[in-house]
Nanobody, 111 residues
Framework: QVQLVESGGGLVQAGGSLRLSCAAS????????MHWYRQAPGNQREWVAG???????LYADSVKGRFTISRDNARNTMYLQMNSLKPEDTAVYYC?????WGLGTQVTVSS
């Protein structure tokens, strides 16, 4: 089973930026697709972004143009650069790789 550790969350004002990291315990070089999800209090977990082995990216409409997903195969790490943050981005952010979830990292955006 893949072990995943998210980091980089925190408290930021609206309009600010954060960069999340997801470190994997295995090589991610051959993994076809990796994802970021988030879950706000009282809401279901929702998909945020995905990245393919070839570097192709997809985003939820709510974050398109503000968030950027990337991967560093040499470091076995996936990233989520979040800019122009809004209070509605407040959630616990999780990475999902090969049917495994991390424990999440809290992102709180104050208005």
């Amino acid at each position: 089973q893949v072990q995943l550790v998210e980091s980089g969350g925190g408290l930021v004002q609206a309009g600010g930026s954060l960069r999340l990291s997801c470190a994997a315990s295995v090589s991610i070089r051959s993994i076809n697709v990796m994802h970021w999800y988030r879950q706000a209090p009282g809401n279901q977990r929702e998909w945020v972004a995905g990245i393919t082995k070839g570097g192709g990216t997809l985003y939820a409409d709510s974050v398109k143009g503000r968030f950027t997903i990337s991967r560093d195969n040499a470091r076995n790490t996936m990233y989520l650069q979040m800019n122009s943050l809004k209070p509605e981005d407040t959630a616990v952010y999780y990475c999902y790789i090969v049917n495994s979830w991390g424990l999440g990292t809290q992102v709180t955006v104050s208005s």
